[in-house]
């Protein structure tokens, strides 16, 4: 596993400014926020699955679930009232998910698959869906438009992230589950793929990734898109 290069000059007191990506723990950052400040969290932890691409790639914490109850307890706490969450999540350990979203407060209010055209991998079975829940702080409104939970799947090419998530899936659950003007947060942003989905959108964004090289590429990545 990789060791985590957050950055040393990270100011957490200003973390509250909108549209940037601060390089640190999740864990460190996200209780210097206020509580009730954020509108949507799209998120995409890791799978507590020791994963390695095939070119020998890792994902810092994808080792350990030490994070994961603390980290959905803040998720929680900076929701606004009756507003969503979705988590991508590993289904090897899908009670623990389960357990920490339940224990952070969220109820289960749906659960998106995402079938590929392709194997990712083959064991028992070939491998080729990704799945994520909806989950609900209070009772949020029906989305005005609401979408089916069966997304086709596009492969990003993993190119800036071993488990790059593709914008095709992100975009219409950014669009339906966030308001225009809301804050979305990623407290695992990986290569920044939810904040491009949210500035495509004109939403405001807020990210936050551990590892320093990953952090670099999203701020390059949202900065192109300017
Ligand atoms: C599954 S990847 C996200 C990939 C992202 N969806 C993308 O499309 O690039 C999870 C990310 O969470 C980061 N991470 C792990 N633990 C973290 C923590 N405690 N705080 C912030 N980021 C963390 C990892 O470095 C990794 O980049």
């Known amino acids: 596993m990789k060791t985590a290069t957050a950055c040393p000059e990270v100011n957490t007191s ?3 400014t909108l549209n940037r990506i601060v390089n640190d723990d999740c ?3 996200l209780p210097e926020l206020a509580a009730r400040s954020v509108n949507f969290v799209l998120t995409d932890p ?3 699955a020791r994963y390695r ?3 020998g790639r890792t994902v810092l914490n994808d080792d350990n679930d030490t994070w994961l109850e603390p980290a959905f307890a803040e998720i929680y706490r900076v929701l606004e009232r009756n507003s969503f969450c979705v988590s991508f999540y590993g289904w090897p350990h899908a009670d623990k998910f389960i357990t920490a979203w339940r224990k952070a ?6 659960h998106l698959a995402f079938p590929k055209r392709y194997t990712s991998s083959e064991r028992y079975l070939r491998y080729q869906h990704e799945c994520a829940y909806l989950l609900a702080k209070g009772y949020p409104q029906m989305p005005a438009d609401t979408i089916g939970d069966v ?3 596009t492969y990003s090419g993993n190119k800036l992230h ?10 219409p659950i950014v669009e339906t589950f966030s308001s225009p003007q809301g804050v979305v947060l990623d407290p695992f942003s990986g290569s920044g793929s939810s904040l491009l989905a949210a500035k495509m959108l004109g ?3 807020l990210g936050i990734e551990l590892d320093a090289e990953y952090h670099a590429i999203s701020q390059q990545r949202l900065r192109a898109a300017d």
Do not use: E, M
């Open 14 to 16: 200003q973390t509250a």
């Open 203 to 205: 939403r405001n964004y």
């Open 151 to 153: 997304i086709d799947w």
């Open 53 to 55: 691409s095939r070119d």
């Open 105 to 110: 407060g969220f109820r289960i209010v749906g």
């Open 46 to 48: 890791p799978y507590i």
């Open 27 to 29: 864990l460190n950052v």
């Open 162 to 171: 071993p488990t790059q998530k593709p914008l095709s899936v992100l975009l």
